[in-house]
């Protein structure tokens, strides 16, 4: 049902029935290492290309959630996904060996949020019974995609950000079978935002006032109060863009919690790691969400979230003719 | 020769500190940061300064890519001694051949022995 | 797999490695001479060809030479056509080599006008001048092979130019 | 590039100043220093290298040039293609980009990253695409250079 201006509200409570989470190596050595279901110690997942590993990524990833989902292929309507390479192919090449039909989605680092609140009004309005939705990344395929070559010297600055290598996948469905499993309420579908910043090296910068604006829609179209949420989390703003993003709420009136107001690119990795500003990527969220944050969730430390996925619209070829960098945000609130 | 060492390392260093500094302060990329001081070699050598450069501090001014656009005139000018204007056009790799074809050969080569870590 | 990655790449190595050794090392060094790169040696004037009014001119030239105040650590050897003159100049003035090696050729064309110079100040022809230098103190060296010699270094500071 | 400026709104501008405020300024003395360093001992190793060429081989100081740099960009090779060479760069900036191996790896990375798409498509038409511009401009600024100084010469007016 929408509510307010760009929110839906899911009275069906769609249920996240179950999770697969994959990982590469960087992550195994991150902060949240035991909340992955498959992690791979090389980066090339015995593929011979790195878009082929993404590809590896995505489908254990489904092969895990059907599994642990306790479902067959056949039983699934629907598989909606994306990433950020070349016309998402690791994504649809993954979705040829699944055999579900499939949407492709393309929301930068945001995919992760528009997938699951599509999947919870399908599964709310009965367009389908189980969904499967996620989203994943691979740190050089897109390296190689939006930057330099992997092995290239280049300094990143310390406002960049690491594309983090996983995919993570939620499977959706509308049974209630009474278990302790956390379910969508609300969704906030975003605008895109530009504030005309160019540089491709300070995403969280960019992606700030995006988020912004889809946490202030949110809370005003569910009228809600920011202290509704035991948890609100960004996707990938990392440490520039929380800053910001906590000083933009700020003058838009809302007063957060700083314990309160995390965000997944600072929670994957560990300090010490090279991370620059944090972890970035559309498989940052995904896999922050469906692994750390759930698995919190079922042993009952938060009750009430609000994840928001925030993604920069840009392409290497978009950048390079100076274009600015629009981007978006999507939010999700999960409840158990 | 030990005098060559000190000034090979103070002169390469202070040029890679030029270059920091159109990274950190300028915001260039190091695409554009590296072709600028391939000009900037180019026109010193056209000036004639970047030959006493190389006399003083040996491989502080050649191993920098400054060097390039310093040999590419060098190459230049020595053919258009030469055999006039054409020579301008004829002799330009004379001299920097052997980083190219090096990178080249290299680069080659490396594809075919390694693959990127990532 | 990897086996196979590792031997191939240490046998392009190898091959490498032997290309570039392979090719034109030199024959019998002597084993003093790196000290020239280190250090003044300040080498005793020579003649390829033994006559006193040679050496006597070529010590009277490296005297000459040396008053520069720019330089330091003069050779000169004297071969049948052309007297090689190589000198090293201090670190702080070769900004203005190309000044020096033009004085340097001024003053030798005014004060010596009948003989034939070749003025270099490159580490290389200076090394190959010392090394000369040390093989003709052995009196078996013979005239024919130091001149070889010496016609080998002219050859190679007129590949400078 | 000029209009890049002008078309901010005020409000787009406003927000830049705040990003700025918490954006993470980049350590440029530091980076300085580290530049510095690595690029020195880079230049002081090219040294040691060509007078190794000088002492053993049949090259004077101008003509040690051209082994010289080979060598750098062979070890270029090898340290990008064990992957070091990009953690070097990280830490040294402009230190490790400046000198003649930083184009040897600009080269080669791309090589290596592209091999994917093979070598006729991939290794033979990407390697080039960092490391072109710095040819490009090099030469063509050395063709204008020298042009103008040949006329200059011809002309007598140097």
């Known amino acids: 049902m929408l509510v307010g201006k760009q929110s839906w509200i899911f009275q069906q409570h769609p249920v996240i029935a179950a999770t697969g989470v994959s990982g590469g190596p960087f992550e195994a050595n991150g902060h949240l290492a035991e909340d992955f279901d498959i992690l791979h110690d090389d980066l090339w997942m015995g593929q011979d290309s790195y ?23 056949e039983d699934v309507q629907f598989l909606i996904a994306g990433d950020l390479i070349n016309q998402i192919t690791p994504t649809s090449f993954a979705a040829r060996t699944a ?31 189980n969904v499967l939705t996620g989203a994943s990344s691979h740190n050089a395929a897109t390296e190689k995609q939006f930057r330099y070559p992997t092995e290239y010297g280049g300094q990143k600055p310390p406002t960049a950000q690491w594309t983090a290598t996983g995919a993570g996948v939620a499977l959706v469905t509308d049974k209630k079978n009474g278990e302790n499993l956390p379910y969508t309420t609300s969704a906030t579908i975003g605008k895109v935002i530009d504030m005309g910043l160019t540089d491709p090296f300070n995403m969280g910068g960019a992606m700030a006032p995006a988020a912004a604006d889809t946490i202030t829609a949110h809370l005003k179209d569910l009228q809600l109060e920011p202290s509704h949420y035991d948890l609100i989390v960004t996707g990938d703003l990392a440490r520039v863009g929380r800053e910001t993003v906590l000083d933009l709420l700020e003058t838009n009136g809302l007063k957060m919690d700083p314990n309160r107001f995390l965000d997944c690119g600072l929670m994957l990795y560990k300090e010490d790691q090279p991370v620059q500003a944090g972890g970035s990527g559309a498989g940052c969220s995904a896999i ?35 274009e600015s960098i629009p981007c978006i945000a999507h939010a999700v609130s999960i409840e158990i | 020769m030990l005098p060559m060492f000190f000034w090979a390392f103070v002169v390469g260093g202070l040029i890679c500190v030029v270059g920091q500094l159109l990274f950190d302060v300028a915001k260039l990329t190091p695409g554009h940061t590296l072709s600028l001081l391939v000009v900037i070699g180019a026109i010193l050598d056209g000036l004639g300064l970047y030959e006493p450069l190389v006399d003083f501090a040996g491989a502080g001014a050649t191993v920098p890519i400054l060097s390039f656009g310093n040999s590419l005139v060098h190459g230049a000018l020595q053919e258009a001694e030469q055999h006039g204007l054409v020579g301008v056009l004829t002799g330009m790799f004379e001299v920097t051949s052997a980083g190219i074809s090096a990178a080249i050969v290299f680069g080659f080569l490396g594809a075919l022995m390694f693959k990127p870590k990532g | 797999m990897k086996i196979k990655q590792l031997i191939l790449h240490v046998f392009i190595i190898q091959c490498l490695a032997l290309i570039v050794t392979g090719c034109n090392i030199p024959q019998n060094q002597t084993s003093k001479d790196y000290m020239v790169l280190l250090k003044a040696t300040n080498p005793t004037p ?8 040679g050496e006597e001119l070529i010590t009277d030239i490296e005297k000459n030479i040396e008053a520069h105040k720019d330089l330091y650590d003069v050779a000169v050897i004297k071969g049948k056509k052309h007297i090689l003159v190589v000198y090293k100049v201090k670190h702080l003035q070769r900004f203005h080599m190309k000044k020096i090696e033009k004085e340097v050729n001024e003053k030798l064309e005014k004060e010596y006008p009948d003989e034939n110079f070749i003025v270099s100040s490159d580490y290389k022809i200076f090394l190959e001048a010392v090394r000369l230098e040390e093989k ?26 | 590039m000029g209009n890049k400026k002008q078309k901010k709104t005020p409000e787009q501008q406003q927000y830049e100043q705040l990003q700025q405020k918490h954006e993470t300024k980049r350590p440029i003395f530091k980076n300085c220093l580290k530049a510095f360093f690595v690029g020195g001992f880079i230049c002081t190793i090219g040294q040691a290298i060509s007078y190794f060429y000088i002492y053993f081989f049949n090259f004077t100081e ?10 750098m960009i062979f070890l270029a090779m090898l340290m990008t293609g064990f992957g070091f060479y990009d953690r070097i760069g990280q830490f040294a900036g402009a230190g490790s980009a400046v000198p003649i191996t930083g184009f040897g790896n600009a080269v080669i990375s791309a090589a290596i990253e592209h091999r994917t798409e093979g070598f006729v498509l991939g290794v033979g038409g990407n390697m080039f695409k960092l490391a072109g511009s710095v040819i490009l401009f090099g030469v063509f600024a050395a063709f204008v250079v020298a042009l103008i100084k040949t006329l200059l010469i011809m002309w007598g007016v140097i």
């Open chain 1, 288 to 322: 922050v969400l469906y692994g750390h944050l759930l698995n919190q969730m079922k042993k009952g430390i938060y009750k009430r979230i609000l994840l928001v996925a925030t993604g920069a619209l840009l392409s290497p070829l978009s950048f390079q003719q100076g």
């Open chain 4, 62 to 71: 101008q003509t040690a040039g051209n082994p010289t740099v080979a060598t």
């Open chain 1, 51 to 73: 878009e082929k590993a993404q590809r590896v990524l995505i489908e254990e990833a489904i092969q895990t959630v059907m599994q642990k989902g306790n479902i067959q292929k």
């Open chain 1, 99 to 129: 055999q579900i039909p499939y949407f492709g989605l393309f929301g930068a680092c945001s995919t992760s949020m528009e997938g699951l609140a599509l999947a919870s009004f399908m599964v709310n309005y009965k367009g389908a019974k």
């Open chain 3, 136 to 161: 003709m103190k052995d009196t078996n060296f013979s005239e024919e092979k130091a001149d070889q010699e010496f016609e080998r270094i002219i050859k190679l500071k007129k590949e400078l130019t």
């Open chain 3, 46 to 53: 020579r003649t390829v060809a033994s006559d006193s009014k």
